[in-house]
């Protein structure tokens, strides 16, 4: 099966055009959202739960092919998004439950 890296370097796409496309997916994933949650003026749009859910992986397969468009093998896209996902991951938490044990 191809995976995000298969399919990556198999489409021929600048690292612009992927910046691009990762822009319009977060459009479509917005719209898609603020017409879930009856936001003012998006509500007619009738998306559902599942649109919202699509869009979300719509522009996390978009995000991927960046990353994989800038590693060289398979091995190294999946070690660097294992690394970097541990990192930001960790920050995240931090950011989210502070640790209490230091001066404010
Ligand atoms: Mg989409």
Same mark, same amino acid.
């Given at each position: 099966?191809?995976? @995000?890296? =298969?399919?990556?370097?198999?489409d &021929?796409?600048?690292?612009? !055009? +992927?910046a691009?496309?990762?822009?319009e997916?977060?459009g479509e994933?917005?719209?898609?959202v603020?017409?879930v949650?009856n936001? &003012?003026?998006?509500?007619?749009?009738?998306h559902?739960?599942?649109?919202? +859910?699509? !869009?979300?992986?719509?522009a996390? @397969?978009?995000?991927l092919?960046?990353?994989?468009?800038t590693t !060289?093998? +398979? =091995? !190294?896209f999946?070690?660097?998004?294992?690394r970097l996902? @541990?990192?930001?991951?960790? *920050?995240?938490?931090? *950011?989210i439950? &502070?640790?209490?044990?230091?001066? =404010?």
């Amino acid at each position: 099966m191809f995976g @995000i890296y =298969e399919l990556t370097k198999t489409d &021929p796409k600048s690292l612009q !055009e +992927r910046a691009l496309k990762l822009s319009e997916e977060a459009g479509e994933l917005a719209q898609a959202v603020l017409s879930v949650t009856n936001a &003012p003026g998006s509500a007619y749009k009738n998306h559902s739960i599942d649109d919202v +859910r699509e !869009e979300a992986v719509d522009a996390a @397969i978009v995000a991927l092919s960046l990353l994989a468009h800038t590693t !060289e093998t +398979r =091995e !190294e896209f999946e070690n660097e998004l294992h690394r970097l996902m @541990i990192g930001k991951c960790a *920050k995240w938490s931090e *950011k989210i439950s &502070p640790r209490r044990d230091l001066p =404010e």
